[in-house]
Nanobody, 124 residues
Framework: QVQLVESGGGLVQAGGSLRLSCAEVSGRTPTRSAMGWFRQAAGKEREFVATINWSCILRYYGDSVKDRFTISRDNAKNTVYLQMNSLKPEDTAVYYC????????????????WGQGTVVTVSL
């Protein structure tokens, strides 16, 4: 019913920037949901990156990305973004967007729908 499609991943040098997008695709009008970004590096658990509510008033970030990443959304386009600046090699991971029908959360299990992920590789 709800599909999330990430894009914008790729290879970037340390210190560079990248902007990820996540488009919401659904057969019905999307709900006024919260959106989140998570990432999972090889051999590690899925890590919270950022979340944002429908009105963009509530925005939270993981400690490892605060002051470097910015989450935003354009509801008219059914799209959420993750602007990543000052990238570090440790940011290398598969990045996933996710949708929560009710509230913002830092917990992966709270989310109702997930995208397939987009790969971000940060080299030295």
């Amino acid at each position: 019913q709800v599909q999330l499609v990430e894009s914008g991943g790729g290879l970037v040098q340390a210190g560079g920037s990248l902007r990820l997008s996540c488009a919401e695709v659904s057969g019905r009008t999307p709900t006024r949901s919260a959106m989140g970004w998570f990432r999972q590096a090889a051999g590690k658990e899925r890590e919270f990156v950022a979340t944002i509510n429908w009105s963009c008033i509530l925005r939270y970030y993981g400690d490892s990305v605060k002051d470097r990443f910015t989450i935003s959304r354009d509801n008219a386009k059914n799209t959420v973004y993750l602007q990543m600046n000052s990238l570090k090699p440790e940011d290398t991971a598969v990045y996933y967007c996710a949708l929560n029908r009710d509230y913002v959360s830092r917990v992966p299990n709270d989310y109702d729908y997930w995208g397939q992920g987009t790969v971000v590789t940060v080299s030295l």
